[in-house]
């Protein structure tokens, strides 16, 4: 499969990477390439200025927002939540039914970390996206866990705990479901439409909480039922 990655930061980068090893075509879409390849500073999280990263995958290339669009089949959304809108309209026409991955979350880095958590005038930003951009076909899916975790559930309780998954239409859902089995994920549960997605981003301040008691990143949510 093509997928293009909107979001040339630590989560884009491991997105990237993961869907490159399973076996998919895979390029980062960023606003301007040139300035992305001359950064010299850290990423907010510590991640290390993407000219050394990409330096070590040579094989995934950088291209613009739009150009990423052409290329995917599926996009992934790997933006901070706040800019999300603007780097999609980037994308253009060309976001016209594609399914769209959205496992971003509207965080504020301003005061430093941990982020303050930002849910936006509809409340969820998913909801928000799929309002903007109604051609597409958004799938709110990967934005309760770290993104180490994210194509690799199995390094945590043999994979025995949950995802989230919400977006209108039935058939994206399909397809992003059977991507993310083939990396191991066994407990996905649907809520439904895109107004699911605003449950799934208010679970972010109870995250951040967690991370702050846990001093890791690596738990995840189980559901039993």
Known sequence: MK???????????????RLVEGGHEVCIGT????????????GPTGAPPFPVWHAEHPDIDLVTFSEAG?????LFNATN????????????????????VDLANALDFSRGFPPTVVLGEHGSLGQELQATFPTARFVKVLNTLN????????ELAD?????????????AKTTVRALLESYGWR???????ISGARGTEMLLPLWLRL????????????IVR
């Open 70 to 74: 052409a290329f995917g089949e599926v």
């Open 159 to 171: 994979g025995d705990h949950t995802l989230f998954m919400a977006g209108d239409d039935e058939d």
């Open 147 to 154: 993104f180490a975790l994210m194509f690799k559930p199995n």
């Open 211 to 222: 991370y702050g008691l846990f001093g890791h990143f690596r738990f995840q949510i189980k």
């Open 31 to 42: 606003r301007d390439p040139e300035v992305t390849l001359q950064r010299t500073a850290p």
């Open 3 to 17: 997928i293009g990655v909107l979001g040339s930061g630590a989560v884009g980068r491991e997105v990237a990477e």
């Open 187 to 193: 407990d996905i549960i649907d809520l439904g439409d």
């Open 81 to 100: 939540g706040l800019v999300s809108s603007r780097a999609i309209a980037a994308v253009g026409e060309e976001i016209g039914g594609k399914i769209v």
